[in-house]
């Protein structure tokens, strides 16, 4: 069996049950060196197949062969599997093979999510996730997304919002979200989150310092109706209170 | 402190460490009837205050009253209580009482997520959730919302598809999103995901049998790359292989 197992954002709290007995029991674990460390502890003794950035394709195709061999196998993915994760390279590289192989995807807390429990609770109404990295998808996709969605004033979490070889898209996809959406409409970040450097900060689109935002930062532009309280980002479900 | 607990989908193999340790640790547990029966192995001789559905305002109300009497007491929700859950509406109510309360929200699994991952990979490209229950949002906001969505390409994820009160709504939504979408669009059925009854089905939006469709169901409609293979879903992430 390969299991694609969600590790959640970071701190080993946030793991599901299912993600911790998988990972306890299966003998070979294949990963990113940077996941790999989030649980090492849990992988003493283990059999390691470590990767580094940039070597999905390889780190997948890996975990295939090892499961082909009839060895249970499990590779593992920070957040969810299944949301910019392994899962679906996984599945896509299987549907390619002459050989079955068995595979469970095991869910975990995706970077949104635990962002907004830190955060407050911004995303009580309806939200998107958009990646701002074009490496795979064109830049006049995500924009038209980007688009879509401040003009129907969803919730929108950005991933991978800023990295030093794509400095501007953070900046430019605001600036399209400002075509809809005021200055002062709130903007949590998290960044590290449930790592030991996290830091999370409420602001406004205007007063957002871009420059405090990477890779490891996850950004939600609140709606119309997103507001802070007590230092948190709230967006109200709709209750007459 | 005030714990706001999401529970995962069902299974308590689904649910985070750090949730199952404040249920263990917190004497005082808040919840709908449904939610509570979902741990009730976990809470053998706690303090219980359940309430019956559309109860959230009082619910919510009973948890602040007991923190604010000093007592350490939990609200839980199903998936994450940030997602259409209880965080929001303690945190509004808090946010109108002369005293502070310690709130703490404990991120978890929210029920697409876990559908995506039994389904297949759907989520592996950007996407949205959008709750079909006009009850605090007006049908014209979440209609715009599916209209722009659909427009830009998300994979949509439908939260309160269909119920008794609202046995059209779904199709009035699948009708906007075929403007744009053809009828071979991929669409994953999670029912009951993560509990004893749990129904998965892959389909297309001209194949879907909405009288299936119920409340405890997500439907997960693809993008135009969402593609079926061996029965899972998959939304590619643009590598090239």
């Known amino acids: 069996m390969l299991y694609v197992v969600g590790l959640g954002p970071g701190s080993k709290k946030l793991m599901t049950e299912e993600a911790r007995e998988v990972i306890e029991n299966t003998h070979i674990i294949v990963g990113y060196a940077t996941y790999v460390r989030l ?69 975990g807390v995706t970077a949104s999510i635990a962002a907004a429990a830190h955060l407050g609770a911004p995303l009580m109404n309806d939200f998107c996730h958009i990646s701002l990295s074009d490496l795979m998808t064109p830049w006049e996709v995500i924009t038209e997304r980007v688009d879509a969605a401040a003009k129907a004033d969803f919730v929108i979490c950005l991933y991978n919002p800023r990295s030093k070889g794509r400095p501007h898209h953070l900046r430019k996809a605001l600036d399209i979200i400002l075509k809809y959406k005021s200055p002062d409409t709130i903007v949590g970040i998290g960044k590290d989150v449930a790592r030991p450097k996290e830091v999370d900060k409420v602001t406004t689109i205007a007063d957002l310092d871009e420059t405090e935002i990477n890779m490891t930062s996850i950004v939600i532009v609140g709606n119309k109706n997103t507001y802070v309280e007590d230092g948190r980002m709230i967006t109200p479900r709709g209750y007459t209170l």
Do not use: F, N, W
């Not at 499990?74 to 192989?101: T, V």
């Open 39 to 107: 649980i090492e502890d849990m992988i003493e003794g283990k059999e390691l197949v470590v990767t580094g950035m940039r070597g999905e394709i390889e780190r997948c195709k890996k975990a295939l062969e090892i499961a082909a061999t009839g060895k249970d196998v499990a590779i593992i993915s920070s957040g969810d599997a299944g949301i910019y994760g392994m899962a679906g390279l996984i599945l896509e590289l299987a549907g390619k093979m002459e050989q079955h192989i068995d595979i469970k995807v095991i869910p």
